[in-house]
């Protein structure tokens, strides 16, 4: 069965500090990947998607991710943080040729000056 | 404004008390689904339709009811509500016509069953 596995379940980062967020899936072919947030209250927002146009994808607020086939990764990246980036981040995957979103357990991003 | 609406917000019961929560989109998308959300689970599907009249579990459906009677309404339903049935909800659309298209969430409903 398909997987989402999210490495950290809090991060931590200093304002203007590099924001990494881990997700690694298991499935054999590349499925369609993305990265929500959810805001305190809110529901959850797209950030990016991959869907093997290219495998450096940009999203919204200066989010992007990388996929690499070979270690069945999409990690979220942000090179410098703000105070608004602190939220939930969610990474899920969609197999091909099906409608389920699989989740994983969510990575809550805090930011401190 | 594309969006899917899901009402009450926040909701609090009482043990065995029906209640019906109810979503709503404007896309004319085919796919909806219903989703919990726990701490350090993150989303768990409940259940899913693939358009009028057709509905089936998702990975958590036990409790849960759900009907698709129109294109853009999806209630999700608790017969008998229990406690550990408290919980974030949410309702998602998405087309099944765009193969590499995201789900739109609604904005979360707060169950609290006592």
């Known amino acids: 069965a398909q997987s989402v596995t999210q490495l950290g379940s809090h991060v931590s980062v200093s304002e203007g500090a590099l924001v990494l967020l881990r997700c690694n899936y298991s499935s054999s072919v590349p499925p369609y990947l993305f990265w929500y947030v959810q805001y305190p209250n809110q529901g959850l927002q797209l950030l990016l998607k991959?869907?093997?146009?290219?495998?450096l994808v940009k999203g919204i607020n200066g989010f992007e991710a990388e996929f690499k086939k070979s270690e069945t990764s999409f990690h979220l990246t942000k090179p410098s943080a703000h105070m608004s980036d602190a939220a939930e981040y969610f990474c899920a995957v969609r197999k091909r040729g099906y409608n389920k979103l699989i989740f994983g357990a969510g990575t809550r991003l805090a930011v401190h000056p | 404004e594309a969006q899917v609406t899901q009402n009450p917000r926040y909701l609090i019961t009482v043990t065995g008390k029906k209640l019906t929560v109810t979503c709503s989109q404007n896309m004319n998308h085919e796919y909806m689904s219903w989703y919990r959300q726990d701490p350090g689970l993150g989303l768990r599907q409940i259940y899913y339709s693939m358009n009028v009249e057709v509905t089936d579990k998702g990975d958590v459906p036990e409790g849960y009811k759900v009907s698709r009677k129109e294109k853009r309404n999806f209630p999700l339903i608790l017969e008998s509500p229990s406690p550990n049935q408290t919980s974030l909800y949410f309702c998602?659309?998405?087309?099944?016509?765009?193969?590499?298209?995201?789900?739109?969430f609604g904005q979360g409903t707060r169950l609290t069953v006592v």
């Open positions: 991959y869907t093997s146009a290219a495998t």
């Open positions: 998602a659309s998405s087309s099944v016509k765009v193969a590499n298209t995201e789900a739109f």
